[in-house]
Nanobody, 123 residues
Framework: QVQLVESGGGLVQPGGSLRLSCAAS????????VGWFRQVPGKEREGVSC????????YYADSVKGRFTISRDNAKNTVYLQMNSLKPEDTAVYYC????????????????WGQGTQVTVSS
């Protein structure tokens, strides 16, 4: 079986930081592009960031550029999302998902999804 598991979410004050992890089991994550998405009640799921496998390029939504950094540790079969300078509008359930090789902008282009981890930014 294959699995993606997000972790690292929690409650943080505005201006704080969190690092989310997307850990894969049952397959080798380095051969896949991995995207991070987030969703809040009443809003559509939005892309946050992605890291490709084929060329290692990274992509960020305008709303998180300069604050979030995506990276991968192939030895741990894990992709990370470092989130700094967090704002209340970053509050959401964050999901990771994969697709072959290259990043894509739309959620429905990704093949396999984790269960999500809650991020709450509040004072």
């Amino acid at each position: 079986q294959v699995q993606l598991v997000e972790s690292g979410g929690g409650l943080v004050q505005p201006g704080g930081s969190l690092r989310l992890s997307c850990a894969a089991s049952g397959f080798t994550l380095e051969h896949y592009a991995v995207g991070w998405f987030r969703q809040v009640p009443g809003k559509e799921r939005e892309g946050v960031s992605c890291i490709s496998s084929s060329d290692g390029r990274t992509y960020y939504a305008d709303s998180v550029k300069g604050r979030f950094t995506i990276s991968r540790d192939n030895a741990k079969n894990t992709v990370y999302l470092q989130m700094n300078s967090l704002k209340p509008e970053d509050t959401a359930v964050y999901y990771c998902a994969d697709r072959p090789f290259n990043c894509a902008p739309q959620a429905n282009e990704y093949d396999f999804w984790g269960q999500g981890t809650q991020v709450t930014v509040s004072s």
